[in-house]
């Protein structure tokens, strides 16, 4: 008889499978974060478009209000996350280091 505390029995994750959950979540939530006030400027100069083409199809029309929500979702995500990393990349990084060198002239 097999007991309890056995290693078959045991229903966790182990060491190695938490550290690449985690820096997985880590690159997530880095790429999230940088996006985010990209997200915030660029999402509803592409979501208002793509819903005005939407809206004129008939097929879009006769799904319910949670399958629309969720195809739009769908379509505008990966844009609105391209260009809003995008602006991270170009602007912000760039405004940030303008930003440090304004900083250091006055405060030095």
Known sequence: MESLNSP???????FLDTIRLFFTFRKISKFI?????GLYLV????FYPVLYVLFQKEWFL?????????????????????????????IEING?????????????
């Open 8 to 14: 078959q029995k045991k229903n966790h994750i182990g």
């Open 33 to 37: 974060g940088d996006s985010s006030y």
């Open 43 to 46: 999402y509803l100069i592409v």
């Open 62 to 90: 006769s799904l319910t209000n949670f399958p629309r929500f969720a195809l739009a979702l769908e379509i505008v995500s990966p844009i609105v996350y391209g260009f809003a990393y995008c602006l991270f990349k170009t």
């Open 96 to 108: 940030i280091h303008l930003g440090e060198k304004i900083s250091t002239r006055f405060i030095a």
